[in-house]
């Protein structure tokens, strides 16, 4: 089975990023692809709890997250990042697995594809 990871490195809102990386790793499952979509940087925040975008014009990206979880997808969210931009585990969706830098190294070496957004 061919696998793809996919990389999100910016922060939800204000680029199509975080839409089209939700979108690339749905589309994956859907063709029968292992898919690891892995936030690093300012994409962790895409997997913070609690996200209102109800006065915005712009999806959701903790339900997107939580779509690709659900279809599964394997969601990582790198330790480092978390730390940087001021989460807590606590603050992360179930279901995203916090990782160190080096098992996602690991995870993307393993990877038959890399997209990065």
Same mark, same amino acid.
């Given at each position: 089975?061919?696998?793809?990871?996919?990389?999100?490195?910016?922060?939800? $809102?204000?680029?199509?990023?975080?839409?089209?990386?939700?979108?690339?790793? /749905?589309?994956?499952?859907?063709?029968?692809?292992?898919?690891? /979509?892995? /936030?690093?940087?300012?994409?962790?925040?895409?997997?913070?709890?609690?996200?209102?975008?109800?006065?915005?014009? $712009? /999806?959701?990206?903790?339900?997107?997250?939580?779509?690709?979880?659900?279809?599964?997808?394997?969601? $990582?969210?790198?330790?480092?990042?978390?730390? &940087?931009? *001021?989460? &807590?585990?606590?603050?992360?969706?179930?279901?995203?697995?916090?990782?160190? *830098?080096? &098992?996602?190294? &690991?995870?993307?070496?393993?990877?038959?594809?890399?997209?990065?957004?």
């Amino acid at each position: 089975m061919e696998s793809i990871s996919i990389i999100l490195r910016r922060a939800p $809102y204000g680029t199509i990023d975080t839409p089209e990386a939700i979108r690339h790793a /749905l589309g994956g499952v859907i063709e029968d692809m292992t898919v690891k /979509l892995i /936030l690093v940087d300012g994409g962790v925040n895409a997997a913070r709890k609690g996200q209102d975008t109800s006065s915005t014009e $712009y /999806l959701n990206a903790e339900s997107g997250i939580r779509d690709c979880i659900d279809m599964g997808t394997e969601v $990582y969210a790198d330790k480092a990042s978390i730390k &940087e931009e *001021s989460l &807590e585990s606590s603050d992360i969706i179930e279901g995203v697995i916090v990782a160190s *830098s080096s &098992e996602l190294a &690991e995870i993307i070496a393993n990877s038959n594809t890399t997209m990065i957004f």
